[in-house]
């Protein structure tokens, strides 16, 4: 998602600083933008780290020569029922999933309001966080505090011009998800849930949108990418 959210942003007309835990990654991502005609940088930071946030966003600023947009798309859920979820397990799904976000969050609206300068920030949560996360209830209790978050940031940082906003995936076709589905680590999609699946490039669209002058107005929201699979009357007709 996040190589897929860089590249449409590229295509948009941004210039993108790329961050992963894998800098051979990131530099990956960042020779696809300057192939579009954008410039590029790469960096590598572990964002579950608060110490080594500020660092990445101020390098990110040099790099970009000034901070306009922050997308962050760090995530990944653990699969254990509350009865037997260790304490390691539910720690480690917090911060992957919902503390980082508020070092990233914060670093960057510190960045623009000491800069004087306006600025979008999205975030990816997940419909995990928004109903009951069976046997993933660690990844869906972190994703709700993201919504949560994302909610309040808005608010406590609109009178500085910064919005914030999340995007909310349902399943998404990605290589690490395919790999999980094959190796038995994830419940496999049902038939009628893979015809509703996002691609990496549906989420990167709802992303693009919201960091856009296009949602000008639009902060404190999410927007749902799941095919319409939350939408489904949930008792059968027949």
């Known amino acids: 998602m996040g190589r897929a959210t860089a590249l449409l942003l590229a295509q948009?007309?941004?210039?993108?600083?790329?961050?992963?835990?894998?800098?051979?990654?990131?530099?990956?991502?960042?020779?696809?933008?300057?192939a579009l005609g954008r410039k590029a940088g790469a960096l590598s930071a572990d964002v579950t780290r608060p110490e080594?946030?500020?660092g990445a966003i101020?390098?990110?600023?040099?790099?970009?020569?000034g901070l306009d947009i922050v997308v962050n798309i760090v995530g990944g859920?653990?699969?254990?029922?509350?009865?037997?979820v260790d304490e390691t397990t539910w720690e480690r799904d917090f911060a992957v999933n919902l503390k980082h976000h508020l070092y990233v969050g914060r670093s960057a609206a510190?960045?623009?309001?000491?800069?004087?300068?306006?600025?979008?920030?999205?975030?990816?949560?997940?419909?995990?966080?928004?109903?009951?996360?069976a046997r993933h209830g660690a990844y869906g209790a972190a994703k709700a505090g993201v919504l949560s978050f994302t909610r309040t940031a808005a608010e406590e940082w609109w009178p500085h011009g910064i919005?914030?906003?999340?995007?909310?995936?349902?399943?998404?076709?990605?290589?690490?998800?395919?790999?999980?589905w094959a190796a038995g680590t994830t419940p496999q999609p049902t038939d009628d849930l893979l015809d509703r699946m996002a691609d990496p490039e549906d989420i990167g669209g709802a992303i693009?949108?919201?960091v856009s002058d296009l949602a000008k107005k639009v902060t404190g929201q999410t927007i749902?990418?799941?095919g319409g699979w939350t939408t489904r009357f949930p008792y059968s007709l027949t």
Do not use: H, K
């Open 12 to 34: 948009a007309g941004a210039n993108t600083v790329v961050l992963d835990a894998e800098l051979d990654r990131a530099e990956t991502v960042a020779v696809e933008i300057e």
């Open 52 to 54: 080594l946030v500020e």
């Open 58 to 65: 101020a390098a990110a600023e040099q790099a970009s020569g």
């Open 77 to 84: 859920a653990s699969w254990a029922p509350l009865l037997t």
């Open 110 to 133: 510190r960045n623009w309001i000491e800069n004087d300068r306006p600025g979008a920030l999205c975030v990816v949560a997940s419909v995990s966080g928004m109903f009951s996360s």
């Open 163 to 180: 919005r914030v906003n999340a995007v909310v995936p349902g399943a998404v076709r990605t290589p690490r998800m395919e790999a999980e």
């Open 208 to 210: 693009t949108f919201l």
């Open 224 to 226: 749902v990418v799941d």
